[in-house]
Protein backbone atom coordinates (compact mmCIF):
# COMPACT_ATOMS: atom_id res chain seq x y z
CA UNK A 1 0.00 0.00 0.00
CA UNK A 2 1.28 3.61 -1.00
CA UNK A 3 1.27 6.05 1.57
CA UNK A 4 0.12 9.44 0.78
CA UNK A 5 2.61 12.12 0.54
CA UNK A 6 1.83 15.00 3.12
CA UNK A 7 0.74 18.34 1.08
CA UNK A 8 2.74 21.24 1.38
CA UNK A 9 2.00 24.67 3.63
CA UNK A 10 4.10 28.03 3.84
CA UNK A 11 5.68 29.35 6.77
CA UNK A 12 7.12 32.14 6.73
CA UNK A 13 9.44 32.90 10.19
CA UNK A 14 8.78 36.24 10.79
CA UNK A 15 9.29 35.95 15.38
CA UNK A 16 13.11 37.17 14.95
CA UNK A 17 13.97 40.45 16.81
CA UNK A 18 16.25 41.34 14.23
CA UNK A 19 18.36 42.92 16.54
CA UNK A 20 21.89 43.59 14.32
CA UNK A 21 19.22 45.57 12.00
CA UNK A 22 18.07 47.45 14.57
CA UNK A 23 14.44 47.68 13.50
CA UNK A 24 11.64 45.25 12.58
CA UNK A 25 13.36 43.15 9.31
CA UNK A 26 9.78 41.69 8.40
CA UNK A 27 8.65 45.81 7.80
CA UNK A 28 11.34 47.12 5.87
CA UNK A 29 10.23 48.01 2.28
CA UNK A 30 11.61 46.79 -0.94
CA UNK A 31 10.36 48.08 -4.13
CA UNK A 32 6.68 49.12 -2.48
CA UNK A 33 6.51 46.19 -0.74
CA UNK A 34 7.46 44.99 3.11
CA UNK A 35 10.17 41.97 3.15
CA UNK A 36 7.16 40.06 5.31
CA UNK A 37 4.61 41.04 2.14
CA UNK A 38 7.24 40.11 -1.08
CA UNK A 39 7.92 36.38 0.82
CA UNK A 40 4.84 35.31 1.95
CA UNK A 41 2.97 36.61 -1.75
CA UNK A 42 6.43 34.43 -3.02
CA UNK A 43 5.48 31.28 -0.94
CA UNK A 44 1.84 31.65 -2.03
CA UNK A 45 2.44 31.28 -5.82
CA UNK A 46 3.93 27.46 -4.72
CA UNK A 47 2.00 26.00 -1.66
CA UNK A 48 -1.76 26.19 -1.18
CA UNK A 49 -1.45 28.01 2.53
CA UNK A 50 0.84 30.04 4.17
CA UNK A 51 1.22 31.16 7.70
CA UNK A 52 3.55 33.48 9.70
CA UNK A 53 5.15 32.24 12.42
CA UNK A 54 5.40 34.70 15.33
CA UNK A 55 5.85 34.67 18.99
CA UNK A 56 2.85 35.65 21.47
CA UNK A 57 3.71 39.52 21.36
CA UNK A 58 3.74 39.70 17.68
CA UNK A 59 0.06 39.30 17.26
CA UNK A 60 -1.22 42.67 17.10
CA UNK A 61 2.13 43.87 15.29
CA UNK A 62 0.46 45.95 12.30
CA UNK A 63 2.72 43.86 9.70
CA UNK A 64 1.87 40.46 11.02
CA UNK A 65 -1.89 40.56 12.70
CA UNK A 66 -3.67 40.68 8.84
CA UNK A 67 -1.47 37.57 7.70
CA UNK A 68 -2.75 33.55 8.83
CA UNK A 69 -0.79 33.07 11.85
CA UNK A 70 0.84 30.42 13.73
CA UNK A 71 1.75 31.49 17.15
CA UNK A 72 5.28 29.57 18.95
CA UNK A 73 3.54 27.21 21.15
CA UNK A 74 6.66 25.02 22.22
CA UNK A 75 9.17 25.59 24.45
CA UNK A 76 12.06 27.58 23.76
CA UNK A 77 12.45 30.19 21.11
CA UNK A 78 13.94 30.90 17.73
CA UNK A 79 13.49 29.40 14.51
CA UNK A 80 13.20 25.46 15.72
CA UNK A 81 10.07 26.84 17.66
CA UNK A 82 8.56 27.98 14.86
CA UNK A 83 8.77 25.23 12.81
CA UNK A 84 7.82 22.80 15.65
CA UNK A 85 4.80 25.08 16.54
CA UNK A 86 3.84 24.44 12.84
CA UNK A 87 4.32 20.51 12.78
CA UNK A 88 2.57 20.73 16.10
CA UNK A 89 -0.18 23.19 14.21
CA UNK A 90 -1.09 20.45 11.29
CA UNK A 91 0.69 16.67 12.26
CA UNK A 92 -0.44 15.62 8.67
CA UNK A 93 1.29 18.75 6.76
CA UNK A 94 4.99 19.11 5.19
CA UNK A 95 6.06 22.84 6.11
CA UNK A 96 8.27 24.96 3.25
CA UNK A 97 10.04 26.78 5.71
CA UNK A 98 11.30 30.51 4.76
CA UNK A 99 13.16 32.96 6.50
CA UNK A 100 11.55 36.61 5.94
CA UNK A 101 14.69 37.87 4.90
CA UNK A 102 15.56 36.73 1.17
CA UNK A 103 15.30 39.60 -0.47
CA UNK A 104 16.74 37.95 -3.99
CA UNK A 105 14.87 33.96 -3.29
CA UNK A 106 13.04 33.79 -6.69
CA UNK A 107 10.36 31.34 -8.16
CA UNK A 108 12.66 29.36 -9.66
CA UNK A 109 14.46 28.42 -6.66
CA UNK A 110 11.34 27.18 -4.44
CA UNK A 111 9.98 25.77 -7.80
CA UNK A 112 13.16 23.19 -7.78
CA UNK A 113 13.02 22.78 -4.01
CA UNK A 114 9.65 21.35 -4.20
CA UNK A 115 10.22 19.62 -7.52
CA UNK A 116 13.07 17.30 -5.68
CA UNK A 117 11.67 17.24 -2.44
CA UNK A 118 12.15 13.35 -0.80
CA UNK A 119 8.78 13.17 1.10
CA UNK A 120 10.62 9.99 2.70
CA UNK A 121 13.72 12.06 4.86
CA UNK A 122 12.92 14.61 7.46
CA UNK A 123 13.58 17.46 5.27
CA UNK A 124 14.65 18.81 2.15
CA UNK A 125 17.07 21.60 1.31
CA UNK A 126 19.73 23.74 -0.21
CA UNK A 127 23.70 23.69 0.75
CA UNK A 128 24.58 27.50 1.39
CA UNK A 129 26.77 28.98 -1.35
CA UNK A 130 29.19 30.43 1.25
CA UNK A 131 29.64 27.60 3.57
CA UNK A 132 28.56 24.44 2.02
CA UNK A 133 26.34 24.01 5.36
CA UNK A 134 22.61 23.34 5.13
CA UNK A 135 19.62 26.19 5.03
CA UNK A 136 17.04 24.95 7.00
CA UNK A 137 15.26 27.98 6.18
CA UNK A 138 14.71 27.44 2.78
CA UNK A 139 13.21 24.41 3.11
CA UNK A 140 10.50 21.46 3.37
CA UNK A 141 10.01 20.39 6.82
CA UNK A 142 8.11 16.73 6.04
CA UNK A 143 5.80 15.26 9.00
CA UNK A 144 8.18 12.80 10.10
CA UNK A 145 10.54 15.77 11.36
CA UNK A 146 8.15 16.56 14.38
CA UNK A 147 9.33 13.46 16.65
CA UNK A 148 12.76 13.99 15.76
CA UNK A 149 12.88 17.66 16.59
CA UNK A 150 10.93 17.22 19.53
CA UNK A 151 13.37 14.72 20.79
CA UNK A 152 16.57 17.23 19.35
CA UNK A 153 15.43 19.90 21.36
CA UNK A 154 14.88 18.20 24.64
CA UNK A 155 18.56 17.27 24.58
CA UNK A 156 19.75 20.43 24.60
CA UNK A 157 19.23 21.18 20.64
CA UNK A 158 18.61 24.56 19.38
CA UNK A 159 20.20 24.97 15.89
CA UNK A 160 17.82 23.75 13.01
CA UNK A 161 21.17 23.83 10.90
CA UNK A 162 23.25 21.22 13.27
CA UNK A 163 20.09 19.00 13.18
CA UNK A 164 20.26 19.41 9.62
CA UNK A 165 24.07 17.68 9.56
CA UNK A 166 23.26 14.58 11.79
CA UNK A 167 19.81 13.49 10.50
CA UNK A 168 18.33 12.06 7.26
CA UNK A 169 17.75 15.16 4.84
CA UNK A 170 17.90 15.75 1.05
CA UNK A 171 20.29 18.27 0.50
CA UNK A 172 20.57 20.64 -3.05
CA UNK A 173 22.96 22.30 -4.55
CA UNK A 174 21.50 26.13 -5.86
CA UNK A 175 21.46 27.17 -9.07
CA UNK A 176 21.35 30.79 -8.17
CA UNK A 177 24.18 31.56 -5.96
CA UNK A 178 23.05 34.55 -4.61
CA UNK A 179 18.88 33.48 -3.80
CA UNK A 180 19.66 32.93 -0.36
CA UNK A 181 21.44 35.36 0.55
CA UNK A 182 19.76 36.85 3.81
CA UNK A 183 19.92 40.57 4.98
CA UNK A 184 21.06 41.13 8.51
CA UNK A 185 22.42 45.11 8.90
CA UNK A 186 21.97 48.24 7.67
CA UNK A 187 24.44 47.93 5.38
CA UNK A 188 23.48 44.75 3.85
CA UNK A 189 20.07 46.27 3.39
CA UNK A 190 21.29 49.59 2.29
CA UNK A 191 23.10 47.27 -0.98
CA UNK A 192 20.36 44.74 -1.24
CA UNK A 193 17.85 47.72 -2.61
CA UNK A 194 20.60 49.21 -4.91
CA UNK A 195 20.81 45.15 -6.10
CA UNK A 196 17.11 45.08 -6.22
CA UNK A 197 16.25 47.77 -7.68
CA UNK A 198 19.15 47.54 -10.59
CA UNK A 199 17.26 44.25 -11.33
CA UNK A 200 14.10 45.93 -11.47
CA UNK A 201 15.50 48.19 -14.26
CA UNK A 202 15.85 45.34 -16.95
CA UNK A 203 13.90 45.62 -19.36
CA UNK A 204 12.24 42.40 -20.87
CA UNK A 205 13.82 41.00 -23.77
CA UNK A 206 12.85 38.61 -26.78
CA UNK A 207 13.61 35.59 -26.83
CA UNK A 208 13.43 32.70 -29.02
CA UNK A 209 12.05 29.23 -27.29
CA UNK A 210 11.96 26.16 -29.27
CA UNK A 211 10.22 23.02 -28.16
CA UNK A 212 10.42 18.84 -29.44
CA UNK A 213 8.75 15.16 -28.44
CA UNK A 214 6.19 16.19 -25.67
CA UNK A 215 7.12 19.41 -25.06
CA UNK A 216 5.97 20.41 -28.53
CA UNK A 217 2.66 17.85 -27.54
CA UNK A 218 2.48 20.23 -23.85
CA UNK A 219 3.02 23.45 -25.22
CA UNK A 220 0.69 23.22 -28.35
CA UNK A 221 3.69 24.33 -30.96
CA UNK A 222 7.36 23.73 -32.04
CA UNK A 223 8.37 27.26 -31.58
CA UNK A 224 7.52 30.90 -30.25
CA UNK A 225 9.52 34.30 -29.56
CA UNK A 226 8.36 35.69 -26.53
CA UNK A 227 8.93 38.77 -24.36
CA UNK A 228 10.31 37.41 -20.74
CA UNK A 229 12.20 39.27 -17.75
CA UNK A 230 13.73 35.88 -17.03
CA UNK A 231 17.74 35.95 -16.95
CA UNK A 232 18.68 32.32 -16.84
CA UNK A 233 17.03 29.08 -18.59
CA UNK A 234 16.27 27.41 -15.23
CA UNK A 235 14.35 30.60 -14.84
CA UNK A 236 12.89 30.62 -18.36
CA UNK A 237 11.78 26.90 -18.07
CA UNK A 238 10.31 28.08 -15.08
CA UNK A 239 8.33 30.81 -15.98
CA UNK A 240 6.93 28.15 -18.98
CA UNK A 241 6.63 25.27 -17.00
CA UNK A 242 3.65 27.97 -15.36
CA UNK A 243 2.43 28.63 -18.36
CA UNK A 244 1.94 25.03 -20.32
CA UNK A 245 2.93 22.23 -17.19
CA UNK A 246 5.31 20.24 -18.26
CA UNK A 247 5.58 16.87 -17.25
CA UNK A 248 8.91 16.45 -17.62
CA UNK A 249 11.31 18.36 -14.47
CA UNK A 250 14.07 20.32 -15.28
CA UNK A 251 16.79 17.54 -14.11
CA UNK A 252 15.47 15.22 -17.15
CA UNK A 253 16.19 17.72 -19.45
CA UNK A 254 19.16 19.24 -21.30
CA UNK A 255 19.16 23.04 -22.55
CA UNK A 256 21.05 24.57 -25.76
CA UNK A 257 21.35 28.22 -26.31
CA UNK A 258 22.42 29.55 -30.12
CA UNK A 259 23.10 25.73 -30.95
CA UNK A 260 25.39 24.78 -27.92
CA UNK A 261 25.08 22.71 -24.91
CA UNK A 262 24.37 25.49 -21.69
CA UNK A 263 24.40 25.26 -18.36
CA UNK A 264 20.99 26.29 -16.98
CA UNK A 265 22.62 29.34 -14.70
CA UNK A 266 24.45 31.16 -17.91
CA UNK A 267 22.72 34.67 -18.32
CA UNK A 268 20.61 35.33 -21.14
CA UNK A 269 20.89 38.03 -23.77
CA UNK A 270 17.96 39.33 -26.11
CA UNK A 271 17.55 37.52 -29.33
CA UNK A 272 18.82 33.99 -27.80
CA UNK A 273 17.73 30.61 -29.39
CA UNK A 274 16.73 28.49 -25.93
CA UNK A 275 15.71 25.13 -26.79
CA UNK A 276 15.08 22.54 -24.10
CA UNK A 277 16.12 19.34 -25.24
CA UNK A 278 13.92 16.31 -23.50
CA UNK A 279 15.62 12.40 -22.98
CA UNK A 280 15.76 10.44 -26.12
CA UNK A 281 13.49 7.66 -26.32
CA UNK A 282 14.95 3.94 -26.75
CA UNK A 283 18.18 2.27 -25.39
Same mark, same amino acid.
Given at each position: ?14 ? =? ?6 ? *? ?6 ? !? ?11 ? &? ?7 ? $? ?18 ? $???? =? ?13 ? $? ?15 ? +? ?6 ? %? ?12 ? =? ?22 ? !? ?18 ? *????? %??? #? ?9 ? %? ?10 ? +??? /? ?8 ? =???? @? ?9 ? @?????? #?? &?? !??? +???? /? +????? #? ?15 ? $? ?5 ? !??
Amino acid at each position: MTTAIAPVYGLILAG =GSSLRMRR *DKAALPYQ !GKSQLDRAFELAS &RHVVKVFVS $VRADQLTEPTRAHKPLIVDS $VGGE =GPLAGIRSALQSYPD $VAWLVLARDLPFLSDAA +LERLLADR %DPNLLATAYLSTHD =GLPEPLCAVWEPAAAAALAQYQSG !GGRCPRKFMMNHPVRLLEPS *DRHAL %DNV #NTPEEYARAQE %DLDSSAQTHPMR +LKI /QYFALMREQA =GRSE @ETLETSSTTPE @ELFSEL #NA &RY !GFT +LSRE /Q +LKVAV #NSEFSDWSKKLRADDAV $VFIPPVA !GG
